[in-house]
């Protein structure tokens, strides 16, 4: 079964500063994955996907990710904060095409201090 | 412009008083979800719909009704609610082409329920 497991609840950094928000994901077979933000009292907003393309998979906003089958992991990096990036962050898998039933992670709130 | 609205964006109300969410989408799509966000837990799937007239349970589907008359309209029911219900609930929507294809889904803004 599809599963995925956000590493950090809540994350730390300084503005100019790299961030990592680390996903593990369980799948038995070829995943799709996708970063998704939340910024306050806002809804979901796609950040980028995966979709067994390129592994490294490039978004909005300058952020990035890279699947890595032999370590089951698709962390989220910016090389630079901004104070515009304080959101919560949700790591998602499809769990089935049938239903369309997304799995989300448990989120990891992003901090960004001045 | 492509969206999809859900109504109301807040409500407070008492245990046991029946409300409705409604979920619209413009983009003609087939498939749409209902989805309720606690915190700690990310998003956990409560109903979704194949098409007009087909409707599913998710994974925590207790408590809720969902109908699926029109294609753009996928309306929440909570018959009675509760305390426990009380959550941040998101509708989605997508073309049965891109959710065979894995592709992401369009997501509402959100609706916040406080069941008093």
């Known amino acids: 079964a599809q599963s995925v497991t956000q590493l950090d609840s809540h994350v730390s950094v300084s503005e100019g500063t790299p961030v990592l928000l680390r996903c593990n994901y369980s799948?038995?077979?070829?995943?799709?994955l996708f970063w998704y933000v939340q910024h306050p009292n806002k809804g979901l907003q796609l950040l980028l996907k995966y979709t067994s393309a390129a592994t490294l998979v490039k978004g909005i906003n300058g952020f990035e990710a890279e699947f890595k089958k032999s370590e089951t992991s698709f962390h989220l990096t910016k090389p630079s904060a901004h104070m515009s990036d304080a959101a919560e962050y949700f790591c998602v898998v499809i769990r089935s095409s049938n239903t369309g039933k997304l799995i989300f992670g448990q989120g990891t709130t992003l901090q960004v201090k001045p | 412009e492509a969206q999809v609205t859900q109504n109301p964006r807040y409500l407070i109300t008492v245990t046991g008083k029946k409300l409705t969410v409604t979920c619209s989408q413009n983009m003609n799509h087939e498939y749409m979800s209902w989805y309720r966000q606690d915190p700690g837990l990310g998003l956990r799937q409560i109903y979704y719909s194949m098409n007009v007239e087909v409707t599913d349970k998710g994974d925590v589907p207790e408590g809720y009704k969902v109908s699926r008359k029109e294609k753009r309209n996928f309306p929440l029911i909570l018959e009675s609610p509760s305390p426990n219900q009380t959550s941040l609930y998101f509708c989605?929507?997508?073309?049965?082409?891109?959710?065979?294809?894995?592709?992401?889904?369009?997501f509402g803004d959100g609706t916040r329920l406080s069941i008093l």
């Open positions: 799948s038995s077979y070829s995943p799709s």
């Open positions: 989605a929507s997508s073309s049965n082409l891109d959710r065979l294809s894995n592709q992401p889904q369009h």
